[in-house]
């Protein structure tokens, strides 16, 4: 339908680090760091933050790449 937009459910870091093979807390370290662009935070000081499951699949393609050359 005209202006309808689906959009991909975001994910957090835990999802994130299984699709890219590290720790979460190596995937949060890539947030603050900004190797990642976390689409949004929750509130709070220790609020998720979740990022785009497409960002985080064409880094893991690159990670798979770079350790094949």
């Given amino acids: 339908?005209?202006?309808d937009r689906h959009e991909e459910p975001l994910i957090g870091s835990?999802?994130?680090a299984a699709i890219?093979?590290?720790d979460p807390a190596t995937v949060v370290r890539w947030a603050h760091s900004g190797r990642l662009?976390?689409?949004t935070k929750a509130p709070g000081?220790?609020?998720a933050i979740?990022?785009?499951r497409a960002q985080i699949r064409?880094?893991?393609a690159e990670r798979v790449?770079?350790?094949a050359s």
């Fill in 50 to 52: 979740l990022f785009s």
């Fill in 14 to 16: 835990v999802e994130a």
């Fill in 1 to 3: 339908m005209p202006g």
């Fill in 58 to 60: 064409r880094l893991a």
């Fill in 65 to 67: 790449a770079a350790r």
């Fill in 20 to 22: 890219l093979g590290v």
């Fill in 37 to 39: 662009d976390p689409v």
């Fill in 45 to 47: 000081r220790t609020g």
